[in-house]
């Protein structure tokens, strides 16, 4: 549960009280921590895009904040316009491979103010009645969400962006959790396939199964080894992207009896009934061979994915779903099968 800062976190020097009626100076910490609370009360989109356009209230009267969301292929699409105070920002259109300010602040994470808006995108809007404006990154952890835009007076101590853009990007996160918590229930939001517990269920019925029968059972592992360190290069995002792509790419190379589902956050795992496990492992080289030719991020310097392969077989290898699952998991440690993906094949 994220805390709401109280009037003392953000210290009576930084922000003096205001006046009555005209604004004075810089917000008090009362207000601002009262414009907090919707932010992250928000439980939908027009909620939280409502609580971010107000919080340009305890700042100036003619204050206005933007916000715009990274859509994961180089555009940065409007999530709150202010068009309440400036019609005309409903008409901003950014690219983040635009050169200049943007491209400092959404490259670098550093604050950059601007005297006007056409610095950021030249003769696309008219001036905007502010007296400066400011750009900040909305970052969680490693991963760029997306930028801020503040429009204000130039009363405000520039201090205090910094501290609401973090604000924004939590609220941003917190709504996306409860996004996929609502949506996904049983799902793993990084690839959006079946969890592991999901899996762990389907396994046992199809061991079941294939001993009554007699029939052979395969169950398939694919573990991206250095997805931390993917990460850490392109973000969070970019990383469950390709994650989606691989599960797309596997789905296309088995049949539709076949149960594919996430195996951790790094890990995909196919369940392959009525087949015996060279079947398996050639199934598994084909995925693999489709994988090396699939680019990772474009125009990002980013290490290639180690993919490591691993098969079991029931009743060859195993006759419990545990020992099937163990025999899988300790051919994977042992890297039995690897092959190093191109980033930018």
């Keep these: 549960m994220l805390e ?20 004075m100076g810089e917000p008090t910490s009362a207000e601002i921590a009262a414009a907090l609370v919707p932010l992250h009360a928000a439980t939908d989109q027009q909620s939280l895009a409502d609580a971010i356009e107000a919080l340009a209230g305890p700042l100036e009267e003619e204050a206005a904040v933007c916000a715009f969301l990274d859509d994961g292929s ?25 050169r200049g300010p943007l491209a400092q602040v959404y490259g670098t994470g550093e604050l950059v103010v601007l005297e ?38 130039g009363g405000t101590n520039v201090e ?7 604000h924004i990007a939590l609220a941003l996160v917190r709504l996306r959790a409860l996004d996929q918590h609502f949506r996904f229930g049983g ?20 061991v079941d199964r294939a001993l009554r029968y007699g029939h052979p059972l395969t169950l398939l592992l694919f573990l991206f080894e250095n997805l931390d ?13 390709f994650l989606r792509r691989v599960a797309a790419v596997i789905r296309g190379q088995i049949r539709s009896p076949d149960v594919l589902a996430g195996y951790g956050k790094a890990s995909i795992a196919v369940l392959m009934p009525e087949t015996e496990r060279p079947a398996g492992v050639a199934a598994q080289s084909r995925v693999a061979a489709r994988l090396s030719k699939m680019r990772l991020v474009s125009g ?11 098969a079991a077989s029931c009743p060859e290898d195993a006759r419990t779903a545990a020992d099937l699952v163990d025999v899988a998991e300790s051919r994977l440690a042992r890297h039995d099968e690897s092959a190093q993906l191109e980033a930018t094949a």
């Design 300 to 310: 990002v310097d980013s290490p290639s994915p180690v993919l490591l392969l691993a």
């Design 229 to 241: 360190e993917i990460t850490r290069n392109v973000g969070r995002h970019q990383t469950e992207v």
């Design 74 to 98: 180089g555009t940065l699409v409007p999530f709150v316009r202010g068009e309440r105070k400036f019609p005309d920002v409903a008409s901003i259109q950014l690219d983040i491979s635009q």
């Design 116 to 153: 006007s808006l056409k610095d950021l995108v030249g003769e696309q809007v008219p001036d905007l009645p502010a007296r400066r404006i400011l750009l900040l990154p909305l970052q969680w952890e490693e991963e760029r969400l997306g930028i801020v835009i503040f429009f204000d007076q």
């Design 4 to 23: 709401v800062p109280d009037q003392g976190n953000f210290g009576s020097d930084a922000m003096p009280s205001a006046r009555r009626g005209v604004r």
């Design 160 to 166: 205090l962006f910094p501290r609401l853009a973090e």
């Design 187 to 206: 799902i793993d939001p990084s690839h959006w396939l079946f969890d592991r517990e999901w899996l762990r269920l389907r396994v046992e019925e199809e």
